[in-house]
């Protein structure tokens, strides 16, 4: 007869989705692994990672912060990988430290990425208008072919004019200019760009994405006078978290605008300095339930 089948359990029913995030650490300021691990976690994914960098602080607004670069240990962490065998349903890379841990990664892509796998690449470098410290335009051209590798690119105004060659323009576009920025991102060889800090009015700001070859959407909420820091890693990484989950890209980008709006309001109102980030901790909870996780306790 049939006898006894083995259980399933803790085979492919239910099996937990696993998210690989290669971002550097900063221990203080809130910003890269600080945030990812939190958030990609709160929507009940497995987030593993590979640190880039270790910094003692993020490079905005602070100086003298040591910088420890890992890039040495990549290799030998993927090899060890690849000896028990090990998969990723996506890979988030965020704050790369040099041009040749985007040769890396790009390699990590090729071997852990592939059909049914969601490659997200947040091209971090710049904002307002400047590249961060450390970053030149060789660093920019490599970043332009990662972001070719990518099924999904979420920059900033300021990045993608960095990988289109244009202007930055920080105010006064429509939507026109937008879906242009938009088209010629897609044409870099991602299926989906995700544009962030994009305002047509006045008060609001939110995010502009568009699918190659297919659909256009744009979320704002309020905008929060000030400058925060870590903002564009706490938005890429709630998107990446809420689409692994499984929400449609627009969902996902609505979700995503809400809780870094959240968390940038609870900042101001609490008054804390901006370059220690945001307390996004204190929106977790929203974004989770906006997301569809059943915030209470579980039996088991
Ligand atoms: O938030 C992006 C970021 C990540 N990691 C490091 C950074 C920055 C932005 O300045 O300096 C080390």
């Known amino acids: 007869g049939e006898g006894i089948k083995a259980s399933k359990k803790g085979s492919s029913m239910n099996r937990q989705k696993r998210v690989l995030a290669i971002h550097d650490i900063s221990c203080i300021g809130k910003c890269s692994l600080t945030v990812a691990i939190p958030i990609i976690s709160a929507a009940e994914l497995e987030c593993a990672v590979i640190p880039t960098a270790v910094l003692s602080t993020h490079t905005g607004e602070f100086?003298?912060?040591?910088?420890?670069?890992?890039?040495?240990?990549?290799?030998?962490?993927?090899?060890?990988?690849?000896?028990?065998?090990?998969?990723?349903?996506?890979?988030?890379?965020?704050?790369?430290?040099?041009?040749?841990?985007?040769?890396?990664?790009?390699?990590?892509?090729?071997?852990?990425?592939?059909?049914?796998?969601?490659?997200?690449v947040d091209p971090v470098m710049a904002d307002a208008g400047r590249l961060y410290a450390n970053f030149d335009m060789a660093f920019v051209s490599e970043m332009r072919s990662l972001c070719a590798e990518a099924d999904v690119i979420t920059p900033n105004l300021t990045e993608a004019a960095f990988l289109l060659g244009g202007e930055y323009r920080e105010s006064g576009y429509g939507e026109e200019y937008i879906k242009e920025t938009l088209g010629a991102l897609c044409e870099l060889g991602p299926k989906a760009a995700m544009l962030s800090g994009v305002s047509y009015e006045d008060g609001k700001i939110g995010a502009a994405y568009l699918e190659r070859g297919g659909d256009y959407g744009y979320f704002a909420d309020e905008r929060i006078p000030g400058f925060y820091h870590g903002t564009g890693d706490v938005f890429a990484s709630a998107l990446v978290a809420a689409y692994v989950r499984g929400?449609?890209?627009?969902?996902?980008a609505a979700a995503a605008v809400r809780f870094t709006t959240k968390s940038i309001r609870l900042t101001a109102a609490a008054g804390s300095a901006?370059?220690?980030?945001?307390?996004f901790e204190e929106a977790l909870c929203d974004?989770?339930?906006?997301?569809?996780?059943?915030?209470?306790?579980?039996?088991?």
């Open 247 to 252: 929400m449609s890209m627009s969902d996902a």
């Open 63 to 120: 100086t003298g912060y040591t910088f420890r670069d890992l890039t040495d240990d990549i290799e030998p962490i993927c090899k060890h990988w690849r000896s028990f065998g090990i998969g990723f349903d996506a890979i988030y890379t965020g704050y790369l430290g040099s041009a040749k841990q985007i040769s890396l990664v790009r390699s990590i892509i090729d071997t852990f990425g592939g059909e049914g796998k969601t490659v997200f």
């Open 274 to 279: 901006p370059r220690f980030g945001v307390r």
């Open 287 to 300: 974004f989770m339930r906006d997301i569809g996780v059943f915030v209470e306790s579980r039996n088991g």
